[in-house]
């Protein structure tokens, strides 16, 4: 039988299945950042403080993240739906075609072998040979619109995984878990940009050579053939040169960290753009002086209080629950949980014994909660943190490699990594 | 200042309304890759598998994500309602 009456291989029910569960998915994700939303209105219906407007920005971006996660789930959803519908209609069409196929080929043989001395046989037979060609013709078209139907739904699932991750539609899974471990490791060094913020002077100096960074990612970006790297390299800088200037506010106890943000936010116009450097210094100078004129005397409170919220986290730095590569991991973990101010110590516990994958995973996963709380925190802890991330940088790194190693089915092991995450 | 206002009792709801459903993103999350799991297999198309497992790491990872942002969002509302509990303790004290 020719390979176009083959029928094309895939199983629709099971397809609609998984569409209807995406469809699910996208509800209940929607469902629950409703929920958190109103979780986060009522902690901030009486919350007054620095921290609460970090929250708050901090709560929106979840939120939006959820909306867009939603969204994307929904998307999947149509797309596998239709791709099942396209998947049923070509397995009907070619069963359909091989059967006519297969009863023109019955009758070919009939006439051949019945009335080899009929004059009319080499007419019957043309004919039905001709049928059957057309019959090929009709179902290879049918399996060339099912392979269209399946590069669409590959292009629209990956421009979903590109907003993701930039650049993913031309990675394999396994790269994208490579992608999400190595994250980390950028945070490494930039967390060596941290000074001594005693004197708000040092703290503002400390931040002029982040915010000079951020114009070297923006250089990167610019210029690197990475440009996904540069890109995650200048939003990850970024988030923690805010942290940072919330970091100098708190320890500082500013009355006004607007002041602050501005002179940050001028420092990167000098920094890159040359043209409106004369302007921009001028900015920067008095917004410089409008933050040290909001700094008060009593900071020393304003530590004391920082240090109370992380004990508990800062204790795992020091001191992990277990030994070997593990007690680093703990020590990376419990950094990461003093960074993000509170992470669940006991999930973070939990989720080492996930092996490497599902810690690769997470990792990159607490990126995104890390940066928001960094500032409140970082002072008070900064040799512990810069020992656990002297750790993390090696430890990351090692397991890069071993995750994407034991991914055999990267649906499963996301499955299975995220297993008692939240302890 | 991190500390320095609120209501202790409010923080607390708010903490507990954003962690209840927070941790839902866990199961949501494996929901997500069981799916990915499902249609890949049953696609019966390489390129539709590979895509859709790209699209189960990066949105399924991306649920994850928010699940811990959720939980941490969580226990900074309740570290900010203990210390000003503390606080207007110290103060009664003093």
Redesign the interface.
């Known amino acids: 039988m020719s390979q176009v009456l083959t029928r094309?291989?895939?199983?629709?029910?099971?397809?609609f299945?998984?569409?209807a569960?995406?469809g699910?998915?996208a509800a209940?994700?929607s469902?629950?950042k409703d929920?958190?939303q109103?979780?986060?209105?009522?902690?901030?219906?009486?919350?007054?403080?620095?921290?609460?407007a970090t929250?708050a920005q901090?709560?929106g971006d979840?939120s939006k993240?959820?909306d867009?996660?939603a969204h994307?789930?929904g998307i999947?959803n149509q797309v596998?739906a239709q791709?099942a519908h396209a998947?049923a209609g070509a397995q009907a069409a070619i069963d359909q075609y091989a059967r006519q196929h297969a009863g023109l080929e019955r009758e070919l043989h009939g006439v051949a072998r019945s009335a080899a001395d009929d004059p009319g046989t080499e007419m019957r037979l043309q004919r039905l040979s001709q049928r059957q060609g057309q019959i090929e013709q009709q179902a290879g078209a049918v399996q060339t619109d099912l392979?269209t139907a399946?590069?669409r739904?590959?292009?629209a699932?990956?421009a979903?995984?590109e907003v993701?991750?930039k650049g993913?539609?031309s990675?394999?899974?396994d790269d994208?878990?490579r992608y999400?471990t190595a994250a980390w490791s950028w945070i490494h060094p930039l967390y060596k940009t941290f000074k001594d913020w005693t004197d708000p002077n040092l703290g503002l100096m400390s931040l002029g050579q982040g915010v000079a960074q951020t114009g070297a990612a923006l250089d990167a970006l610019n210029n690197w053939r990475a440009a996904a790297d540069a890109e995650l390299l200048l939003r990850q800088t970024r988030n923690l040169e805010e942290a940072k200037a919330v970091a100098v506010a708190?320890i500082h106890?500013a009355r006004d960290y607007r002041a602050l943000k501005a002179w940050m936010e001028a420092q990167e116009v000098v920094a890159s753009v040359a043209d409106d450097t004369r302007r921009a210094t001028e900015a920067a100078r008095s917004a410089r002086t409008a933050f040290l004129d909001s700094v008060k005397l009593t900071s020393k409170?304003?530590k004391a209080?920082?240090v109370?919220?992380v004990v508990s986290g800062a204790w795992d730095v020091v001191d992990p629950p277990h030994e070997g590569w593990r007690g680093a991991g703990d020590r990376v973990m419990g950094g990461v949980a003093v960074v993000?101010?509170?992470?669940?110590l006991l999930?973070m516990a939990g989720l080492l014994t996930l092996g490497p994958v599902g810690a690769g995973?997470?990792a990159?996963?607490?990126?995104?909660?890390a940066a928001w709380?960094v500032g409140?925190l970082i002072w008070d802890h900064r040799e512990q943190i810069g020992d656990a991330l002297e750790t993390a940088g090696r430890w990351v790194g090692d397991q890069a490699g071993k995750a994407v190693e034991g991914v055999k089915?990267?649906?499963?092991k996301?499955?299975s990594g995220?297993k008692g995450?939240?302890g | 200042?991190?500390?320095?206002?609120?209501?202790p009792g409010?923080?607390e709801?708010?903490?507990?309304?954003?962690?209840?459903?927070?941790?839902?993103?866990?199961p949501?999350?494996?929901?997500?890759?069981?799916?990915?799991?499902?249609?890949?297999?049953?696609?019966?198309?390489p390129?539709?598998a590979?895509?859709?497992?790209?699209?189960?790491?990066?949105?399924?990872?991306?649920?994850?994500?928010?699940?811990?942002?959720?939980?941490?969002?969580?226990?900074?509302?309740r570290?900010?309602a203990?210390?000003l509990r503390?606080?207007s303790g110290d103060r009664a004290a003093g």
């Open positions: 094309p291989p895939g199983d629709p029910e099971a397809l299945t998984a569409a569960k995406f699910r998915l209940d994700t469902r629950t929920a958190v109103q979780g986060v209105e009522t902690a901030l219906r009486t919350w007054q403080s620095p921290r609460a929250f901090a709560a979840m993240r959820l867009s996660t994307q789930f999947a596998v791709y998947l392979r399946a590069t739904a590959a292009v699932l990956d979903g995984t993701r991750v993913g539609a990675m394999s899974a994208i878990l999400i708190t106890g409170f304003a209080c920082a109370v919220g993000a101010g509170g992470a669940q999930a995973i997470v990159g996963a607490l990126i995104v909660t709380t409140n089915n990267v649906g499963s996301i499955a995220i995450l939240f | 200042m991190s500390y320095q206002g609120g209501d409010v923080l709801q708010g903490a507990t309304e954003i962690e209840r459903p927070a941790r839902e993103l866990e949501m999350s494996k929901a997500a890759a069981s799916s990915g799991d499902g249609a890949a297999g049953a696609s019966g198309n390129q539709v590979e895509a859709l497992k790209r699209f189960t790491a990066a949105w399924g990872g991306e649920l994850l994500a928010d699940g811990v942002a959720g939980v941490t969002l969580a226990r900074a509302a570290e900010q203990q210390q503390a606080g």
